[in-house]
């Protein structure tokens, strides 16, 4: 039997993988803000198999929240930090940028890091039993797409922050292995309808892509081939040039 966490996992991707593990046979500890979607989500299995708490990461008192849901479900194998919104943003609305900030950076520090020094306390990983942390970044964070500046940004800061947490943990001896996790685009509800995105996939396609990095152990998962693609050309654009290609738009 093993045990996972996901923050972000009342809807898309993080309860996608939260109803896969559940089947699977795992324990899942599963938070967010909207309660009847844990309450909805638990039901939907045995009692046990699904334990909730409540959680709004941009808040101080998510640690507490944190510590609460790890008591319910004990040591995890599995630490998935899903929770993040995101808005096309051309306006450039103030409030909207840093709400954005707060939430991807911030909010997923508070969460990332707690959890790390939960894993440095606690004797059940130092026998032998490391825990995987993996964080659902996105392709987003390879380049600044103009119409998603704070969300793209945000992205890349996630991405740095764990592939540097990777370095410490070695550095210091901590028992964790991270992934960082950069899907192209899901169709979930961060994408809203108003929109039209390119190679969009189903929310089953992308957990299919993600259990299978993660059971390969998989420093960075990108999905699907496409986005490997499309971000591999990213990677040689220069910068003079991706300035000027303001065809970029999802509208
Ligand atoms: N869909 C895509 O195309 C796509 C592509 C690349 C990356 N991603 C990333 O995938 C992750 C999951 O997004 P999704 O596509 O599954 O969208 P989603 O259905 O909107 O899920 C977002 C999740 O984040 C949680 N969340 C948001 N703000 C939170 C807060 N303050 N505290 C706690 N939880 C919070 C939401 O829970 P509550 O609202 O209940 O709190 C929800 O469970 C995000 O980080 C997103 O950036 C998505």
């Known amino acids: 039997m093993q045990t ?3 923050i972000g996992a009342t809807s898309g991707i ?3 993988l939260a109803v896969r593990l559940a089947e699977a046979g795992w324990t899942v500890g599963v938070a967010g803000r909207r309660e009847e979607r844990l309450s909805s989500l638990a039901a939907r299995f045995p009692e046990g198999v699904i334990r909730t708490q409540i959680l709004d990461i941009t808040t101080p008192e998510a640690t507490d929240a944190l510590d609460a849901l790890l008591l319910k479900t004990g040591a995890p194998d599995l630490f998935l930090h899903v929770s993040g919104i995101g808005k096309q943003n051309p306006q450039i609305d103030e409030a909207v940028e840093m709400q954005i900030i707060e939430t991807n950076c911030s909010g997923m520090v508070r969460m990332v890091s ?3 020094n ?3 306390r606690s004797p059940v990983y130092h026998e032998g039993h490391t825990a995987q942390i993996a964080v659902v970044t996105s392709v987003a964070g390879t380049a600044g797409l ?3 500046a704070a969300y793209s940004a945000s992205k890349k800061m996630q991405s740095t922050y764990i592939s540097a947490l990777s370095q410490l943990s070695r550095m210091e001896g901590i028992p964790v292995r991270f992934t960082d996790i950069r899907p192209g685009f899901v169709a ?3 994408l809203g309808a108003e929109h039209h995105y390119p190679f969009i996939m189903p929310v089953e396609k992308a957990a299919d892509c993600i259990l299978k990095g993660l059971r390969r152990k998989r420093r960075v998962i990108t999905f699907d081939w496409k986005f490997r693609l499309v971000v591999g050309l990213w990677h040689l654009i220069p910068r003079g040039l991706w300035e000027r290609m303001t065809f970029i738009k999802t509208q």
Do not use: D, L
């Open 114 to 116: 707690h959890f790390v």
């Open 4 to 6: 996972a966490i996901i």
């Open 188 to 190: 979930t509800e961060i």
């Open 146 to 148: 103009g119409i998603s």
């Open 118 to 120: 939960y894993v440095k």
């Open 14 to 16: 993080g309860r996608e």
